[in-house]
């Protein structure tokens, strides 16, 4: 858990709020899978479901819910939702993933921009994208 100051600085800009079906598992992936933090207990609704909740993962934060479909909530599944990390430290970002469960479509390589980029899907059906820019390459050595 975090401190309501680190809650405050994650709540900006654009914040992926995916719906998966099981959240509380899902948090526990991506505790494995990504390191994320939760901020806070997960709010329900009175059948036990997932309204909110809340975890940073990488310094971004990530909003999820369980399916309401009795409101037009649906599972966020498929090629047409990708969660990109840009990361400075790919092999330990994509291992990590792909040892905890994340299949993999693209593997971790060098691309022909010049990053090493690669990308998996999650058990509950969410895309992520790893992307290592050539300039972290390059500070780094």
Partial sequence: MSSPSDYKRLMRGVIPYATVDGVDKAIEFYTR???????GEPVRSEDGRVLNASIEINGGMV??????????????AGSNFLLQLVIADGDLWWDRAVKAGC??????KLEFWGDRWGRVRDPFGLEW?????????????
Avoid: C, I, R, T
């Fill in 103 to 108: 299949e993999v479509l693209s593997p971790f």
């Fill in 129 to 141: 994208a790893f992307n290592e820019p050539a300039l972290e390459k390059q500070l780094s050595a």
């Fill in 63 to 76: 909003m999820l819910m369980d399916p309401f479909p009795e409101h037009g909530s649906q599972p966020s």
């Fill in 33 to 39: 899978a990504f390191g994320a933090v939760a901020h």
